[in-house]
């Protein structure tokens, strides 16, 4: 194990201690973010940024830190753990504070970081795609906000490795939400859908970056909620996520999507990311 970051200190994780008082442990009262890193770099830093300060602002928590003071702690547990490609974690909760539902006052952040290694994505799983199962949308409301409460989509997971699958697609009121852990994308005719960014769905910094790169390959996208009878007969399907970037899903529910491989509109995007990870705008 590596050296991690917990209020305001570098330590061997294994001297990382939380008090069992910590709102985290005790109530799920806090937010979280994943970043990759890659070759010692972190991918789309700012775009992180973004999206944990607006988690802080959706459950009504001061941020901890800067933004500058955000990136020279990353930056220094990036170095601390060897470089390389590297998945890093960042949480912040409320504090340590007496069990009470209400919000206590006067309460200094617990904020902890931690990097484990990024495996490489299997070959496979671009060669042949993954499979994924459908399962009703079974958490809460406000799905925008990257909350450490995860016990739902924890569940709809596990669901989805019993029945031999990489991934869940939810479903809610009749229309795909996103994945149990990814954003999701159907397409149709050779346009991307995607579902708009609102409660229900978690504002990807990846769907972000494909967002971008099919605006200008001149693919057609639309931020649109689509049906389960769209789903069904899409043409292709994909998830995408911070660590493993943007994956076909070649079977759902047991039934082949599309001709059962990886699409071309997949392999045109797929391409253009990776493309972009060796950009130096991608590290902005």
Known sequence: MGDVFLNGNFLPADQAKVSVF???FLLGDGIYEVLPV?????????GHLVRLQASLDGVRMENPLSNVEWQAMIEELIERNGDGDQSLYLQVTRGVAPRDHVFPQGVTPTVFAMSNPLPP??????KQGIAAITLPDIRWQNCNIKAITLLPNSLLKQQALDAGAQEALLIRDGYLTEGAASNAYVVVDGTIYTSPKDEKVLPGITRDVVISLAAKAGIRLLEEAV???QLKNAD????????????PVTTLDGESVGAGSPGPVWQKIDALYQLYKEDSAAWQ
Do not use: N
Not at 38 to 46: D, E, N, R, T
Not at 121 to 126: D, F, H, V
């Open 227 to 229: 049906t389960v009878e």
């Open 236 to 247: 292709e399907v994909w998830m995408s996520s911070s660590t493993k970037e943007v994956l």
């Open 38 to 46: 890659y070759a010692g770099h972190c991918f789309q830093l700012q």
């Open 121 to 126: 994505i299997p070959e496979k799983y671009k």
């Open 22 to 24: 910590d709102r985290g």
